[in-house]
């Protein structure tokens, strides 16, 4: 069986829709946990070492890959751990700040984006049986630029949306949502929703109405992937 490592940040980013098309596809997912309790952002732990994987999964996370004063005590490691895996030849799938990491562990830069991106968005796709024009789920403050060889292949006004380079592919959006995801979010942060004018309501019921479109969209996304690994 082929086997897939999956760096979860915190309870609150697990890989949902897209862990689940590995699963189907016949991967077994090894989780790493990078922090037990998201309040105290520390983390010692030893990563676990990718290149003996066949696909690596990196999902998403409330912090910024610059935020070096709050997760300095890993984000250097898992820049290098993803940098590693792509130059051994295992396939990395980064889902929003898991874009952002690839995009910075292979020379591209993250910073921050001209305006914030909440909730079901179109993009611009070259490859629309692969990365369908959405909309798709978006949940981030920051944006990535696309590394040198590699190949944008969607992008809206904020910015790339995702890029491939090789077996790997870094998305800005959320692939992973389900209706289970987004209420966690909308819990966790309704205010700051409110606060950038954003109906957490109407996000929650967007994201049932959408929940099987998504999940369509999601698997096209994963097995384009997978058919370069």
Not at 172 to 192: K, Y
Request: glycine share 10%; net charge negative.
């Amino acid at each position: 069986m082929k086997s897939a490592l999956v760096i979860e940040h915190d309870e609150y980013g697990p890989a949902e829709e897209v862990g689940e098309r590995l699963v189907e596809r016949g991967y077994r997912l090894d989780v790493f946990r990078v922090l037990d309790d998201p309040s105290d952002p520390v983390c010692t732990k030893k990563y676990p070492d990718a290149t003996t994987y066949d696909a690596l999964l990196v999902t998403g996370s409330p912090w910024s890959v610059t935020d070096t004063d709050n997760i300095g005590s890993w984000i250097g490691r898992e820049i290098g751990m993803v940098r590693t895996a792509h130059e051994s030849g295992v396939g990395v799938l980064g889902l929003c700040f898991g874009g952002q990491v690839l995009s910075a562990a292979l020379g591209g830069e993250v910073s921050r984006s001209s305006r914030p991106e909440f909730g079901w968005t179109e993009v611009e796709t070259d490859l629309p049986d692969a990365v369908a024009s959405g909309p798709w789920f978006q949940w981030h403050y920051d944006r990535f630029t696309v590394p040198q060889g590699a190949t944008e292949v969607a992008r809206n006004a904020v910015g790339p949306q995702v890029f491939r380079i090789g077996r790997s592919v870094g998305t800005q959006f959320h692939p992973e949502i389900t209706p289970r995801l987004a209420r966690l979010w909308i819990g966790m942060d309704r205010a700051e929703l409110e606060a950038h004018d954003v109906d957490p309501d109407r996000m929650a019921a967007e994201s049932e109405e959408r929940a099987a479109d998504n999940q369509a969209d999601s698997y096209a996304l994963v097995d384009w992937f997978l058919d370069g690994v």
